[in-house]
């Protein structure tokens, strides 16, 4: 059902000068960003849930400080930049790739409180500067949504944050293929349909009853059955606890990834890692 993937680059990611083209509202608290620019000739991704670093200025600067020329030593450099100097970081994931123009789609969940990214993205607009740190290679580390060749079954859960993830999977998956999608949504102004040419049913639910509508969920019968999990961490490590040790889902067969954690800040979370 699935092709295999080569093994991954070891150098696949590189950064990209960007500027926004265009701004608009998806759902009430969802905003689309869509960046070009010439680095985009260079940006290549076969993943539908990749992952990618973004950099915006902090407040009073225009343009985000990221010493790149510094190569492997850029970390570094810029953790000890001044914070009102330095570029603020998020981690995101592409939401769609264009060619001829050469285009790339970010969407951005809107918070209140606004944290840095949140209110730099309710106020951008087009010519706003930012770099990215994005894949070079289109096969790279950053992708995480792998299933097997066998895969008869790919189930789905991911809240807000993964929602760019959770569209670009379904769209991409074969027709006839069996698909069980959870959202969890904060705010019910962005619940809207979801196109996949597989046969998918797509659940939204309110946030934090994602255990309870799992345990109460008859999924299909499947022999090779794929689970893919992403959002807050904490919901994520309980949602794979019971695929793993109540359904008895083989661990391998279990892709997790914890993009936010509550109660966290991003640099908190690199911070503890």
Known sequence: MFQE???????????????????????????????????????????????????????????????????????????ELPDDVRAVMRSYTLRALRRDPDEIDIDFVLHTPAGPASEWASRASAGDRVVLLGPAVADNRAIRFRPPADTDLVVLWGDETALPAVSSILESLPAGLRVRAWIEAHDSGNVHELASPADAEVTWLHAGRSLDAFRAARLPDAEHPYVWIAGESGSVKALRRHFVGERGIDRRRVTFVGYWRLGMTEEELRAAE
């Not at 759902?27 to 960003?33: A, D, I, K, Q």
């Open 5 to 79: 993937l080569p093994p991954v680059s070891t150098d696949p990611f590189r950064f990209f000068s960007l500027q926004v083209v265009r701004v608009r509202r998806v759902g009430s608290s969802l905003v689309r960003v869509s960046f070009a620019g010439d680095d985009l000739q260079h940006f290549f991704s076969d993943g539908f849930d990749q992952s990618l670093s973004l950099f915006i200025p902090p407040p009073g600067q225009v343009e985000p400080r990221v010493p790149f020329e510094l190569g492997d030593g850029w970390w570094q450099g810029w953790r």
